[in-house]
């Protein structure tokens, strides 16, 4: 046979050969286009990328500084002053102070402390305690630069909300040992005076940075921040002057400017928030890009020598194969290992397209539920959200209008009983059942709430929501959710909007703070909810509550806090309004029935139990029963206490708490359960002094007070300390005194 009719008879395996040889030039010139168009493509790519994360940084620098504003605005708003035209200082009032801007400053984790100082007080209020202004900036918080007297002086000159570069303090908690902390202050504006305070915020600049993750920039990028007045508050380049290059540039009407100058290029943005400049210096090219050129030409002639002598080989051993997946896709009988091996890679690859179409339709709806959390979230609206949105506009609003809707599952008490299915299932499921009043789609919030967003084509249908979810909840408990409780609520009708989910969520919320506690429909329509002010808090019933208890009468006790919740949910007041009745009563009775044997662990155990218990209930006989639960735990803490009633220090504790009321003998007996008579006896043995002197000696010192430092007429004295009448009083008060409370008052304080 001649060279030729051998050529012919293997041009299968010519045809592979040059079919490979094809494949190579493609690949080397699609190999050259990349190394001369990567590298730039690349860092472009990066960079704006880089655009996106400063942009994140920057909503998060403004959404810190936002909530130190409205922490600054709201301590500014608490009721609490402590200057007074005789410059004397209430310490009630400081302490009162105290709790609340702890409990404000507790609610913002970067925020290291609270300081509010006066201008004619040395006192300083923080969130930690009350200080010496002086000690606590020469003690606590130490720094060469920013002392008291610089405070003091700051203070006093005309300044905006001022943000101080992060700084380098010496912190002691203890007044022996110190450590470094890097902490960034902000001090309130005076030029327009909220009120006469002075307030300070220091923040934790380590957890104020790793929320704000300045990691995720390009690396060898930098970022300088400049406030309103260009002043440097942080830098991550110390090395960086920005002042140089501050005078080149000019904002668009995006606030956004560019400079390139060497071999970096500078971004500028300008915050919306508060006018804060941020310049991010990246790169203008990668660094070592020599390398990386000679690294390419090595890839690009290993790979040509590698294709080439690949392909002389793959042509001959995939001759067959290639003829059997010819057999394959027209047909014929197939022999042979290779065709296995080819058809069981096939199927591989589809069972692998159907796990990746899968996974794309999760993320997908995944995607969709992170938009919609965001259009919840007023704060975290962005112009990349907005065209996320406008990419799913006609998923999320298929109709003009909406109404949207919560739907809670409630755990009973129990614990035990769980849902039947997933969660992605049960909002599959609302989904179908909501679907009967318009297109509805359902997302999971978390702690087993569900928020469904109902498309509305006539205002009539929103009412077929409503029906459709009182359907739901009925049949919720005896299908697949056997033994959940469900509650749901529905907002106003808004127009297919995004700014409008923010509102209609605020609606579902409010609807199941206000919804009045007598009410036994699972669905809070917001639109029927009518405003009640009229709480029943009667002041006299809870005092003789707490001193019912106090007698150890726990079923009496019982009976009237039931007459309190039953004249409440007569009134039909909404539920945050008795949650906060419930939570006032709390506290006042663990303040004026809080006894010697029960440690400040177990009643702070107690507090948290009982306020998380009020702040979950999904009716009036959840707080009633955490309320009896309380009244119950007192009680049983007093039936232990049994004879221990009767010793100095529950005597004198309760004199102390109940001096202004009429404790004749037998009331004491009665509340010690002895015999007047044995009290007495008890009382002079151990006090060496009468009981009926004693009481005198303790109302009277309380007169006193009230004669110095109040208004008050002879008359209301005597009364506000136990005595029936002013003449009483007065005889009394000359007994002990030898003069009368009237020449006691016109005696000069010494």
């Known amino acids: 046979m001649t060279p030729i009719h051998r050529l012919m008879a293997s041009r299968g395996l010519l045809q592979i050969f040059f079919a490979l040889l094809l494949v190579i030039v493609i690949m080397f010139v699609s190999n050259y286009i990349v190394y001369k168009n990567s590298i730039s493509g690349i860092y472009d790519k990066v960079t704006q990328n880089n655009r996106l994360v400063i942009k994140n940084i920057i909503q998060s620098f403004d959404s810190s500084f936002a909530a130190v504003n409205n922490l600054i605005f709201t301590v500014h708003g608490l009721p609490y002053d402590l200057e007074s035209e005789d410059k004397s200082m209430d310490m009630s009032k400081a302490y009162t102070l105290q709790e609340h801007i702890s409990r404000l400053a507790s609610s913002i984790d970067y925020v290291e402390d609270v300081i509010v100082f006066y201008d004619s007080l040395d006192l300083a209020v923080t969130s930690k305690g009350t200080s010496d202004f002086s000690v606590l900036f020469d003690k606590k918080y130490k720094h060469d630069t920013y002392s008291a007297n610089y405070w003091r002086m700051f203070s006093d000159s005309k300044h905006a909300l001022t943000v101080f570069p992060i700084a380098d303090f010496a912190v002691s908690t203890d007044g022996l040992t110190r450590r470094t902390q890097q902490l960034m202050t902000v001090m309130d504006g005076n030029k327009v005076r909220l009120s006469n305070k002075n307030v300070m915020v220091l923040l934790n600049a380590e957890r104020l940075l790793k929320q704000i993750d300045l990691k995720s920039m390009i690396p060898g990028a930098s970022l300088v921040v400049l406030d309103a007045n260009r002043n440097v508050v942080l830098s ?25 100058r060497k071999d970096f290029e500078y971004n500028f943005y300008k915050s919306d928030y508060n006018d804060f400049i941020y310049i991010n210096k990246v790169p203008y090219q990668f660094q070592n890009i020599g390398s990386v050129e000679t690294a390419n030409h090595m890839i690009m002639i290993s790979a040509i020598i590698s294709a080439v002598l690949l392909s002389a080989l793959l042509s001959v051993y995939l001759y067959r194969p290639v003829k059997d997946i010819l057999k394959l896709l027209g047909g014929g009988h197939v022999k042979g290992n290779d065709f296995r091996k080819i058809y069981s890679g096939i199927v591989k690859v589809q069972a692998e397209n159907e796990s990746l179409r899968t996974q794309m339709d999760f993320a997908d709806k995944e995607l969709r539920r992170g938009i919609f959390l965001q259009m919840l979230d007023g704060y975290a609206y962005s112009r990349e959200l907005e065209m996320q949105l406008q990419k799913n506009y006609a998923f999320f609003f298929p109709e003009r209008q909406f109404v949207m809707t919560a739907i809670q599952f409630k755990i009973p008490s129990d614990g035990d009983s769980q849902p039947g299915m997933p969660v992605a299932d049960i909002a ?7 679907r009967e009043a318009g297109p509805a789609i359902v997302f999971y919030t978390g702690h087993l709430q569900f928020v469904a967003l109902v498309a509305i084509r006539q205002p009539s249908a ?20 056997q033994g959940l409780a469900l509650w749901a609520s529905v907002s106003k009708l808004y127009d297919s909007k995004m700014t409008n989910c923010q509102e209609a969520y605020q609606d579902i919320q409010k609807a199941r703070i206000y919804r009045n506690i007598n009410s036994e429909r699972a669905v809070v329509d917001l639109e029927s909810i009518r405003y009640v002010s009229h709480i029943h808090f009667p002041f006299e019933k809870i ?14 006790a019982k009976h009237i806090l039931q007459d309190i919740v ?48 009020v702040d979950n209930a999904y009716s009036y006989r959840d707080i009633t029963d955490a309320l009896q639960a309380v009244v119950e735990w007192i009680g049983s803490k007093r039936l232990q206490e049994g004879k221990s009633k009767l010793n100095p220090e529950f005597i004198t504790q309760y004199i102390e708490l109940h001096y202004m009321e009429n404790l004749y003998l037998d009331h004491m007996a009665e509340v010690l359960n002895t015999s007047p008579k044995y009290f007495s006896n008890y009382f002079k043995k151990a006090f060496g002094v009468g009981y009926v002197d004693y009481l005198n000696k303790v109302r009277l010192s309380h007169a006193r007070e009230f004669l110095k430092h109040s208004e008050l007429s002879v008359a209301e004295i005597g009364e506000k300390t136990g005595y029936l009448n002013a003449s009483t009083f007065t005889t009394t008060f000359k007994k002990y005194y030898g003069i009368s409370p009237s020449e006691f008052r016109k005696k000069p304080v010494g």
Do not use: W
């Not at 000019?250 to 956004?256: G, M, Q, R, T």
């Not at 929103?462 to 959710?481: G, Y």
């Open 543 to 556: 005092e003789k509550l707490s001193n019912t208890l106090l007698s150890g009468k726990t079923e009496d």
């Open 462 to 481: 929103r009412k077929a929501v409503i029906e459709c979810l009182e359907n739901l909840t009925r049949r919720a408990a005896k299908e697949e959710l």
């Open 566 to 613: 039953h004249e409440n949910t007569e009134r039909g007041i909404h539920h945050h309004q008795f949650a906060h009745i419930a939570k006032s009563i709390f506290y006042y009775l663990m303040k004026h029935a809080e006894t010697s044997h029960v440690g400040s662990k177990e009643s702070f155990q107690l507090e948290m139990a009982f306020c998380l218990q």
């Open 236 to 260: 991550t380049d110390q090395t960086q002057d920005p002042s140089d290059i501050l005078d080149e540039v000019y904002f668009n009407p995006a606030k956004e400017a560019t400079l390139t």
């Open 428 to 434: 599959g499921m609302l989904e179908d059942q909501l």
